[in-house]
């Protein structure tokens, strides 16, 4: 456990009361506890070596990254954040009723658009309110902040630059809340980081907090891959700014022109699956730790998982997980599900004793 963790009176929730003392918006960040270039070298070095070659989805956002992916909510045929906002829009008055007065946390924020139609809410029924943002990159970060800390100027607004559980130690802190998890961003992980994430969740927060999840759900094969080839290759310019990156940061020298997207439905496990397919064999070197990476002509090397979801199937699995199902919205054509959840009462994080 590193120290980030080890302490509920850690530096970020020292910054943060800190921040609020002063005038928003601020950004906060956790004390480093590894150098980011190194920890971002050893993940790709993991992933280049592991079998079949996967890739840490976290990493693709960086400043390029975000600029891109907010690119990509923009594609006609990305159907997801259009029909979130959606429903968000007509359903954010009758979530705050739901709620009541809270504050709100976002895990990856974002450009933090579509938390405008809940922070036109908050405020129709509370007057000002607090919002913190929490992202990975910087960039998007502080412009979602200014953005909207002056068109609201009654929002106090908070951003918090770190990865997503890195925030959790300031969910008590923050108690009541609501932690707002938009986009379908869960669908990035696996079936076992996603019951590992809720149950973290649950545990961060207090009983009776709302976790509010955007979720895509299950729709024709056809639909779904062009959500991920877009005709303007906007999202195959997302997968390829990851090998850009270790260009980068790395000084990997990979040939970039040699790099094609490629993206299916894998019916079997209800995912979409994006790859970065080498249209020719190269080597490579990445430094630090100055490991070198072959890979050979055709080869893949997966760089995000995106899953979809079925609710009946779902709802048991955030229930397990210490979530109650408070109310579940959807768009007309059932394509994408907002889920209001709440932190159960009695929650143990404890498996059940074994009868002796
Ligand atoms: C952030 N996440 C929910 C997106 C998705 O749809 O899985 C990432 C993405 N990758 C390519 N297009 C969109």
């Known amino acids: 456990m590193d120290a980030f963790f080890a302490s509920p009176e850690s530096h970020l929730c020292r910054n943060l009361r800190e921040a609020c003392l002063k005038r928003t918006p601020a950004i906060v960040q956790p004390a480093l506890s590894s150098d980011p270039i190194e920890d971002f070298a050893n993940a790709c070095v993991r992933g280049f070596r592991s079998d079949p070659r996967r890739l840490e989805s976290r990493f693709l956002y960086d400043a390029e990254g975000s600029a891109l992916f907010e690119e990509i909510t923009r594609q006609p045929e990305y159907y997801l954040t259009r ?64 953005r909207v800390g002056s068109t609201y100027p009654a929002v106090e607004v908070v951003g918090v630059q770190c990865q997503y559980r890195e925030s959790f130690p300031l969910l008590a802190q923050l108690s009541p809340v609501l932690v707002a998890f938009l986009g379908s961003s869960i669908g990035n992980f696996t079936p076992e980081e996603m019951s590992c994430f809720v149950r973290a969740l649950a545990a961060a927060l207090r009983p009776g907090d709302f976790f509010l999840l955007g979720l895509d759900l299950v729709k024709e094969r056809s639909l779904l891959e062009s959500a991920y080839n877009d005709e303007a290759g906007v ?57 070198t990476i072959t890979i050979g002509q055709g080869e893949l090397v997966q760089t995000e998982i995106s899953r979809k979801f079925r609710l009946d199937r779902v709802v048991p699995d955030l229930e397990r997980c210490g979530f109650s199902v408070e109310r579940v919205f959807t768009d007309e054509r059932r394509w994408f599900a907002l889920l209001l959840l709440r932190r159960r009462p009695i929650y143990s994080l404890r498996k059940p004793r074994r009868q002796l």
């Open 235 to 291: 999202t195959a310019r997302f997968t390829r700014n990851l090998f850009a990156r270790m260009n980068r940061e790395l000084g990997s020298a990979i040939d970039l022109d040699a790099i094609e997207h490629a993206a299916w439905y894998r019916r079997d496990q209800e995912l979409v699956e994006i790859s970065a397919r080498f249209t020719r064999a190269q080597s490579f070197r990445l430094t630090p730790p100055g490991k």
């Open 83 to 146: 029909t979130e906002s959606s429903i968000l829009a007509a359903r954010a008055a009758e979530i705050r009723e739901l709620t009541g007065p809270l504050r709100i946390l976002e895990l990856g924020s974002g450009s933090s658009q579509k938390t405008d139609h809940l922070l036109r809410a908050w405020l129709e029924q509370e007057g000002p309110t607090r919002y913190y943002p929490v992202d990975v990159s910087a960039a998007s970060l502080c412009a979602a902040c200014e």
